[in-house]
């Protein structure tokens, strides 16, 4: 069974810096894409960034330049490093992964197509100005 925790948020003025990581167990080493999405009062889950077993990397606009998604596989932990923070980016941020490569024919990333099937609980960020 897949199991995914999230830590590292906090709050932090615009400008800075914080890492999120995630613990995954249960993942299997061969084919998996694992992914950020954060959900802001009011708003959607959207999709920050995800990463696949191969390394490959794909980020959402937004925070495209800013933040970098990373894995560390003797950890089995995923990290998100966020820099130059906006008040934007203020919300609950989620882990989420799935057993197959992040290659697919739409955007995995976007949240109405239900790509990934394991979740976090959620870690908040709050940015101020």
């Known amino acids: 069974q897949v199991q995914l925790v999230e830590s590292g948020g906090g709050s932090v003025q615009a400008g800075g810096s914080l890492r999120l990581s995630c613990a995954a167990s249960?993942?299997?080493?061969?084919?998996?894409?694992m992914g950020w999405f954060r959900q802001a009062p009011g708003k959607e889950r959207e999709g920050v960034a995800a990463?696949?077993?191969?390394?490959?990397?794909t980020y959402s606009d937004s925070v495209k330049g800013r933040f970098t998604i990373s894995q560390d596989n003797a950890k089995n932990t995923l990290y998100l490093q966020m820099d130059n923070l906006k008040r934007e980016d203020t919300a609950m941020y989620y882990c989420?992964?799935?057993?197959?490569?992040?290659?697919?024919?739409?955007?995995?990333?976007?949240?109405?197509?239900?790509?990934?099937?394991?979740w976090g609980q959620g870690t908040q960020v709050t940015v101020s100005s």
């Open positions: 989420a992964a799935d057993l197959s490569t992040c290659y697919s024919d739409f955007d995995v990333l976007d949240y109405s197509r239900e790509f990934f099937v394991y």
């Open positions: 249960g993942l299997s080493d061969s084919n998996y894409c």
């Open positions: 990463i696949d077993s191969g390394g490959d990397t």
